[in-house]
């Protein structure tokens, strides 16, 4: 049982942390100045096999339900290799390289060769992550989803606000898929909120995350943002998560999910996140 409970620590000193489980290379802490910035559910289970609930679970290769396999993807219930220990940057930030490569289970799913792998640097009030997905095969091309789907720990969601949406069209989940235009400067969640904004902006502002500080997001490659939050009705339906806790959270994820990247024999694809406390 241990083994599927292994988890990495990056520790940059001054209380300022992240913790990574190798069951599905999951961040379930991230802790700056002591300060827990992500929220993971009471409720969530620690089995290696079931997704963890909250944190920053990875999405790959698909987004949503799937009828090869389990929704989301495998890439957040398989466990993962540490291909590089945390190790001090001569800057004084901790980076840990974590990698994923197709086995016997992801292709029962999913017939490919691929690789991903997945750079963490824990800097003082920043975490980075740099994901790099690639095709060794001579000759099939795959298609995939690929998203962070980060869990913001925040005081009361009702209370947040999020920047870089205005204009953008978004696919409403909780309204049959269909297809709106945000006229809102900046977004705000009091209801049962599951939507993909396409095309958003590379950088978004949070507020009144943990402490009443802003939250901000800067994303390479990733032109779609999710923002979820399955409210009071949808908790209940989540044995995995809380009735009570869905006012301390805020999913706004990045990702490529609107529309699947397409890898072409021996090519790579890069995405990166920035997330900082402002």
Same mark, same amino acid.
């Given at each position: 049982?241990?083994?599927?409970?292994?988890?990495?620590?990056?520790?940059?000193?001054?209380?300022?942390?992240?913790?990574?489980?190798?069951?599905?290379?999951?961040?379930?802490?991230?802790?700056?100045?002591?300060?827990?910035?992500? %929220?993971?559910?009471?409720?969530?289970?620690?089995?290696?096999?079931?997704?963890?609930?909250?944190?920053?679970? %990875?999405?790959?290769?698909?987004?949503?339900?799937?009828?090869?396999?389990?929704?989301?993807? %495998?890439?957040?219930?398989?466990?993962?290799?540490?291909?590089?220990?945390?190790?001090?940057?001569?800057?004084?930030?901790?980076?840990?390289? %974590?990698?994923?490569?197709?086995?016997?289970?992801?292709?029962?799913?999913?017939?490919?060769?691929?690789?991903?792998?997945?750079?963490?640097?824990?800097?003082?009030?920043?975490?980075?992550?740099?994901?790099?997905?690639?095709?060794?095969?001579?000759?099939?091309?795959?298609?995939?989803?690929?998203?962070?789907? =980060?869990?913001?720990?925040?005081?009361?969601?009702?209370?947040?606000?999020?920047?870089?949406?205005?204009?953008?069209?978004?696919?409403?989940? =909780?309204?049959?898929?269909?297809?709106?235009?945000?006229?809102?400067?900046?977004?705000?969640?009091?209801?049962? =909120?599951?939507?993909?904004?396409?095309?958003?902006?590379?950088?978004?502002?949070?507020?009144?995350?943990?402490?009443?500080?802003?939250?901000?997001?800067?994303?390479?490659?990733?032109?779609?943002?999710?923002?979820?939050?399955?409210?009071?009705?949808?908790?209940?339906?989540?044995?995995?998560?809380?009735?009570?806790?869905?006012?301390?959270?805020?999913?706004?994820?990045?990702?490529?999910?609107?529309?699947?990247?397409?890898?072409?024999?021996?090519?790579?694809?890069?995405?990166?996140?920035?997330?900082?406390?402002?």
């Amino acid at each position: 049982m241990a083994a599927a409970t292994s988890v990495v620590v990056l520790d940059r000193g001054n209380n300022t942390t992240c913790t990574i489980n190798l069951h599905g290379a999951t961040v379930v802490s991230w802790r700056v100045n002591n300060q827990e910035q992500l %929220f993971v559910s009471k409720q969530a289970v620690f089995d290696g096999k079931k997704a963890i609930r909250g944190g920053i679970p %990875f999405v790959f290769p698909q987004f949503g339900a799937w009828t090869f396999g389990p929704g989301h993807g %495998f890439a957040r219930i398989v466990r993962w290799n540490l291909e590089k220990s945390p190790e001090r940057l001569p800057s004084g930030d901790m980076e840990a390289i %974590f990698s994923v490569m197709d086995s016997e289970f992801t292709r029962s799913m999913w017939n490919y060769p691929f690789r991903v792998t997945y750079r963490l640097i824990l800097r003082e009030k920043e975490l980075h992550f740099n994901i790099g997905v690639y095709n060794p095969s001579k000759e099939h091309t795959f298609s995939f989803n690929l998203l962070l789907h =980060t869990y913001f720990k925040v005081p009361d969601v009702r209370r947040c606000q999020v920047t870089g949406l205005h204009g953008c069209t978004f696919i409403d989940k =909780t309204r049959d898929n269909q297809i709106f235009q945000e006229g809102r400067d900046v977004v705000t969640i009091c209801e049962w =909120t599951d939507r993909i904004y396409q095309n958003t902006q590379p950088e978004h502002i949070i507020t009144n995350v943990v402490s009443g500080r802003k939250m901000r997001v800067q994303k390479y490659n990733f032109p779609d943002t999710v923002v979820w939050n399955p409210w009071q009705d949808k908790a209940r339906d989540i044995p995995d998560f809380g009735d009570d806790e869905f006012p301390n959270m805020i999913c706004v994820e990045s990702g490529h999910v609107s529309s699947p990247v397409m890898l072409l024999p021996g090519t790579a694809f890069e995405a990166s996140q920035i997330l900082q406390v402002m």
